[in-house]
């Protein structure tokens, strides 16, 4: 079930559009994850969500409920704020305790949570102390307890773990989502890391300048990419994008690059065919290049593209490996194997193979990409 629908919110500054008619819904128990690139509108979005930014246009419902107009202690709306905006003259313990005071809670209750929350976030043997005595990552874990200590009807977290050291980022992603789960409650999670969303979320909307570009689980995102700009920002390390044009070869389509040529898989053929002649990006993910030997499909010429190898990085589970594409105006691109490559490669042109069927294609101009997506504007 919908629990907040926002209907092509805009926010307006000026001449500045900082959200441009976007639209979500959240479900009753869903944590949506909200990325993008600094300044594409995320905090902006929170802010209209919570009551504290007046909506330029557009209709944002709690339930059936119309709530444009409600000010923001009558939404209900917990929210960690990207610079923790927590009170400089309050101890720790106060501060996790304010939402709760505000509201007139039971007494027994904000002495039995505080507390608990301020265990949960490990800074429990903090809660005499003033903000100032904290370190950053500290108060950030000050602000995840007083916004998680209340029963709210939304939860909003904007960045919340950006000044944690990784170990304890890992820790306060857990607790976070444990809490999610506990509560069941609709939330809004905003971070630029995309690792970080695809960990967290049930869905990923993905923004830019304002807009909404796509919607999805963190596979859909990956796999079905509507827009070259999703699937360079989903992805680590980033989809290879090469500039290519797509020609005709007896009935086959071939996607060919300064540096190689590769063919369409058949079942994209239908969907392509009005772009031959013209100039497209051809995106290929670092892990769908094969050593030839290791490759999980037949290899021919058709699919076998070559690299000069610079750098070969081991990882947990294989390497990545840093190419050069041959040619005078070599271009860099990234593989990933699942097996270990030996150092006598550095320096040594090897063949790869494509996974033609995980090809990308999107067009040159527009961005969109040609496989994927029910043709939205953006
Ligand atoms: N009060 C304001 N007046 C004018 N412009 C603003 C105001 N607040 C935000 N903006 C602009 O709106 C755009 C979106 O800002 P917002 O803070 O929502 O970005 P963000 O996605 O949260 O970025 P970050 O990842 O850096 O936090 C930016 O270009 C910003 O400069
Ligand atoms: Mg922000």
Redesign the pocket.
Known sequence: MVAIAATNLVKR??D?L?VNDVSLDIGEDELLVLV?P????????LRMLVGLEPITSGTLRFGEKVVNEIRPKDRNVAMVF?DYAIFPHFTVYENIAYGMRARHENRALISERVPAAARMFRIDHLLKRKPRQLSGGERQRVALARALVRDASLYLYD?PLANLDAQLRHQAREDILLLHREKGRPSVY?T?DQSEAMALGDRIAVMRDGKIQQIGTGTELYDQPYSRFVAFFIGTPSINLFDAELRNNNGEIDIVTQAFTVRAADEMKEKIRGHIGRPVTLGLRPEDLHPPRNAPFPVTAENTIHGIVNVIEPTSTGCTVYLTTLGAEGQDFIATFKARLPASYIGKEVPLAVNRRKIQLFDAETERSLLYGPGIQF
């Open positions: 500054y000026q500045k900082a993008g600094s300044g594409c509108g995320k905090t902006t979005t990207q960045e905003v630029h």
